[in-house]
Structure formats: C-alpha cells, structure tokens
C-alpha cells in the first residue's frame, strides 16, 4: 500500500508525539515528592541542564516568530534571541550561583526570602498573569507551524500539541520536562542542519547580500536597546530560567550551564535568522511568520519535512512544557501553600497536576484567540519586566540600598501595571515607574516595613 506525502508526514509527528508521552510518562514514576516532581531531586548534572536550559529557550519566538523577523526585516531580527543570550551571559557571570544557593523551589519564593510572603504573592500574580499568555504563544506557533503543513485550520493542531504536553508535564513534572527536552534539543539540532543545508543552496550565495547588522532600516539602535532590555531582563531573572538553576546539582553548575546555554544559542540565532532571509528570497508574497513553514513544505522531501517538523514541534512543547510547570509551581507552591498554610504534601501535589490542567487549558482558550506570536511574547515580557526586574535585583542588595517589602510591593504593582497598559507605547516605562517607586517608598516612607508585615 502506497503513503502519500501528508500521511508520511502526519505518521512522523505521529511517532514523535507518542514518543515524548512515553519518556514523560516514564519519567512520571519517579516523581512522587514535591522536590522531585519541580525541581527533579536537585539533581542536574552540567549536560542535562545545559540541553534543558537550551530546550526551554528555543520557544515559538526563537523559531517561528525570529524566521518572521528574518522575513521581515532581515538580520537584525536574531536580536530577539540574541537579546536572551545576553541575558543568559549576565545570569551566569552575576547571579546563577547566589541564585542556586538560595536553595528555593521558585521565583516568587526568593522574593518573599528577599522582602516579605505580601511581595512573594503579588510576584505569583503577576507572573501567572505573563506565564500563561507565553504558554499561548507556544500554542499558537504549534497550530500555525502544523496547518501550513496539513493545509487546514490551526485549532486542531493547537488543541492535540497542548493536550500532550500537558499531560506529560501533569504526570511527571521538571523529570519529564528535563528528559524530554534533552532529546527534543538532538532533533530540533538535526532539523535545523536539514533545513538550513536545504534552503541555503536554494537561496543562493547573495543570501546576506542586502542586509545589515548589528542595525537596519526595520530597526535601529533604540529599538536594539529597548529588545535588550526588555527581553533580556527576562533571561536574567526569568521564572523558568530560575527553575532550572534551582534544579542544578550545586551553584557552580548553575554557572557553567547558563554559560554554555548562553554559548550554543548565538549560532543558532543567525541561523533561524538565515532562514527567514532565504523565505524571503524564494517565497516573497507569504506571511512572514509562515516563513520556515512553507520552507519546509515546499524545499523538503516528505520524510525530511516530517523530521524537520518534528524539531520545531519539540522546540515549541519544550517551551512550552517548562513555561507550564514554572506556572504551575507558583500556583501550588506561592498561591495555594500560602492560602492553605497547613495542606499535606500530598494534597499541594493533587493541586500541582490539577493546576497544570487549568493553567493548561486557561492558556489554549488563549491560544484560540492570538492573532500574532511575537507581538503576544513582546506583550507578557513587557509586564513581567515591568513589574519584577527592579525589585528582584536591586533585592539581592536590599540591605545596602535600605529597600523595605512596602517600596518593592509598589513597584511591583506600579510597574507592572504601567507596562500593562501603556507598555506598547512606552515599552521601559514599566521598568522606569517600578524602580522610582521601589526607591522612594522605601526611603521616604520606611515606615512601610513595619506596616507591609502588619
């Protein structure tokens, strides 16, 4: 019996879907306490946490959305992940080690370790809110990425991605996620070197022969500035960036796996960059974050676009996977525990699985109405910058600077609300009204320590 081309694809994704169902679930048995199912045991050794690290970063922004940057304005749009790059490099030289030596489960934990339980539970806020529209993105690049292929409506495609991975994020936790990303990162490297040798030839030589770096006409020097800040800061002090460094085996293998994560990602910047250039020359008329897509349907053979699928899937589910948890952690452990001060481990797990689901599928009815996925990443990093940056990093230093849990609870409502609603315009305004206000309720009114703790 003769496969046409859409079945042979369909059955690669097919097999790799049940694939990753199967290392989750395995994962899943060893998941039973709270440390194990966040944070793997605190066990990571630098190759795993590196290739997780690596995973966790390459999302629905870095592939789809930066080939649409590629498309669009040419090489200037690997600052997108150039900008998390940086981010990464400062976390490593910075903080990565006094990160994982706070010995936390989470982000908003440190806040409260830093300031006060009030200010840990506004960060839970205000990250649940940013988490689950990046969790959406990730959707949403699924269903765009699998209905060029198919040729048909994304909803459906949107709905089976999500539910895979979070089932296998709900059974196993970090231990799924991390085993799973692993090989996610082997196939997304070997389709990326498929595509890439593919497209490259096609384009031909003249490929970089009308663009510019490090800016261009699509971006100057204030809009590299405003990426830099912007979406590095949420690479400095990222949730789920912290999640991993808080799974590290020891601070000094937090340090190196930022650093060599940090490393890897540069290449692959220009290269998804590449791609979206070579788009541009050979398909001109598409939508640019249809870019790899219809380079992949139209250059590839159907065995070759079922493997290059399914490295661009996994960079997706990976995110996607380690944006849930990191949501799903603060949920259970900074909303739930602190709101049920006396609950059992076991019952903090029972609501772990049952709030991957909810956040889960609080974040695919999302997903169903995103128009865009850079615009929808741009949107939740501009709030959770906003709001948490200054007060997370001027706290590893509060007691020099004479910051009080009051300043750093304004800020964090001052700023992320700013960004919020003004932060398309104003993009580093959030960040600049949430460092004014940390600094000025703490020193103007350092009565606010005594009157936060009540």
Same mark, same amino acid.
């Given at each position: 019996?003769?496969?046409?081309? #859409?079945?042979?694809?369909?059955?690669?994704?097919?097999?790799?879907?049940?694939?990753?169902?199967? %290392?989750?679930?395995?994962?899943?048995r060893?998941?039973?306490?709270? +440390?194990?199912?966040?944070?793997?045991?605190?066990?990571?050794?630098?190759?795993?946490?590196?290739?997780?690290?690596?995973?966790?970063?390459?999302?629905?922004?870095? &592939?789809?959305?930066?080939?649409?940057l590629?498309?669009?304005?040419?090489?200037?749009?690997?600052w997108?992940?150039?900008?998390?790059?940086?981010?990464? =490099?400062?976390?490593?030289? =910075?903080?990565?080690?006094?990160?994982?030596?706070?010995?936390?489960?989470?982000? $908003?934990?440190?806040?409260?370790?830093?300031?006060?339980?009030?200010?840990?539970?506004?960060a839970?806020?205000?990250?649940?809110?940013?988490?689950?529209?990046?969790?959406? /993105?990730?959707?949403?690049?699924?269903?765009?990425?699998?209905?060029?292929?198919?040729?048909?409506?994304?909803? /459906?495609?949107?709905?089976?991605?999500?539910?895979?991975?979070?089932?296998?994020?709900?059974?196993?936790?970090?231990?799924?996620?991390?085993?799973?990303?692993a090989?996610?990162?082997? &196939?997304?490297?070997?389709?990326?070197?498929?595509?890439?040798?593919?497209?490259?030839?096609?384009?031909?030589?003249?490929?970089?022969?009308?663009?510019s770096? $490090?800016?261009?006409?699509?971006?100057?020097?204030?809009?590299?500035? %405003?990426?830099?800040? %912007?979406?590095?800061?949420?690479?400095?002090?990222?949730?789920?960036?912290?999640?991993?460094?808080?799974?590290?085996?020891?601070?000094?293998? /937090?340090?190196?796996?930022?650093?060599?994560?940090?490393?890897?990602?540069?290449p692959?910047?220009?290269?998804?960059?590449?791609?979206?250039?070579?788009?541009?020359?050979?398909?001109?008329?598409?939508?640019? +974050?249809?870019?790899?897509?219809?380079?992949?349907?139209?250059?590839?053979?159907?065995?070759?676009?079922?493997?290059?699928?399914?490295?661009?899937? #996994?960079?997706?589910?990976?995110?996607?996977?380690?944006?849930?948890?990191?949501?799903?952690?603060?949920?259970?452990?900074?909303?739930?525990? =602190?709101?049920?001060?006396?609950?059992?481990?076991?019952?903090?797990?029972?609501?772990s699985?049952?709030?991957? @689901?909810?956040?889960?599928?609080?974040?695919? =009815?999302?997903?169903?109405?995103?128009? +865009? &996925?850079?615009?929808?990443?741009?949107?939740?990093?501009?709030?959770?910058?906003?709001?948490?940056?200054?007060?997370?990093?001027?706290?590893?230093?509060?007691?020099?600077?004479?910051l009080?849990?009051?300043?750093?609870?304004?800020?964090?409502?001052?700023?992320?609300?700013?960004?919020?609603?003004?932060? +398309?315009?104003?993009?580093?305004?959030?960040?600049?009204?949430?460092?004014?206000?940390?600094?000025? @309720?703490s020193?103007?009114?350092?009565?606010?320590?005594?009157? &936060?703790?009540?």
């Open positions: 019996m003769m496969v046409d081309d #859409s079945s042979l694809t369909g059955l690669v994704l097919i097999a790799y879907l049940f694939a990753m169902m199967a %290392v989750g679930a395995a994962a899943a060893r998941s039973k306490t709270l +440390e194990s199912f966040f944070l793997a045991g605190r066990s990571l050794k630098p190759v795993l946490l590196t290739a997780t690290l690596t995973a966790t970063t390459l999302g629905a922004s870095s &592939i789809l959305g930066m080939a649409g590629g498309f669009s304005e040419g090489l200037t749009g690997a997108w992940l150039l900008s998390g790059t940086l981010g990464l =490099l400062a976390l490593s030289f =910075l903080l990565a080690e006094r990160v994982r030596a706070a010995g936390c489960y989470t982000l $908003p934990e440190l806040m409260g370790e830093e300031y006060d339980q009030r200010v840990r539970f506004g839970s806020a205000l990250i649940l809110a940013s988490w689950i529209g990046i969790v959406a /993105a990730q959707i949403v690049a699924s269903g765009k990425l699998l209905a060029v292929l198919f040729s048909t409506g994304a909803e /459906a495609f949107m709905i089976a991605s999500a539910a895979v991975f979070v089932l296998y994020t709900a059974l196993g936790g970090q231990r799924s996620i991390v085993k799973t990303d090989l996610q990162l082997s &196939i997304l490297i070997l389709g990326l070197f498929i595509i890439s040798w593919k497209a490259f030839q096609l384009a031909g030589p003249d490929i970089l022969a009308e663009t770096f $490090p800016t261009s006409a699509a971006r100057d020097g204030d809009d590299v500035i %405003v990426l830099i800040l %912007v979406v590095g800061s949420a690479y400095l002090v990222g949730p789920d960036i912290y999640s991993r460094l808080f799974a590290a085996k020891d601070p000094k293998t /937090a340090r190196q796996s930022a650093l060599a994560a940090a490393l890897i990602l540069i692959i910047a220009f290269v998804i960059t590449g791609l979206g250039i070579s788009a541009r020359i050979l398909f001109p008329g598409i939508c640019p +974050e249809e870019a790899l897509p219809v380079l992949m349907a139209e250059t590839l053979s159907p065995l070759g676009v079922g493997i290059v699928a399914a490295a661009l899937l #996994s960079a997706l589910i990976s995110s996607a996977d380690t944006t849930l948890l990191t949501a799903t952690s603060i949920f259970a452990l900074d909303l739930y525990s =602190l709101m049920r001060p006396g609950a059992c481990e076991r019952e903090v797990m029972r609501a699985r049952g709030g991957t @689901v909810l956040i889960g599928s609080l974040a695919l =009815l999302s997903a169903l109405r995103l128009p +865009e &996925i850079i615009g929808s990443l741009l949107a939740a990093y501009t709030v959770f910058a906003g709001g948490l940056i200054v007060p997370l990093l001027a706290g590893f230093w509060k007691e020099k600077l004479r009080t849990p009051g300043g750093a609870l304004a800020a964090l409502l001052g700023g992320g609300g700013t960004a919020l609603f003004l932060g +398309e315009r104003w993009p580093l305004l959030g960040m600049i009204v949430s460092g004014a206000l940390l600094f000025s @309720v020193w103007l009114l350092p009565q606010s320590r005594r009157l &936060i703790r009540g």
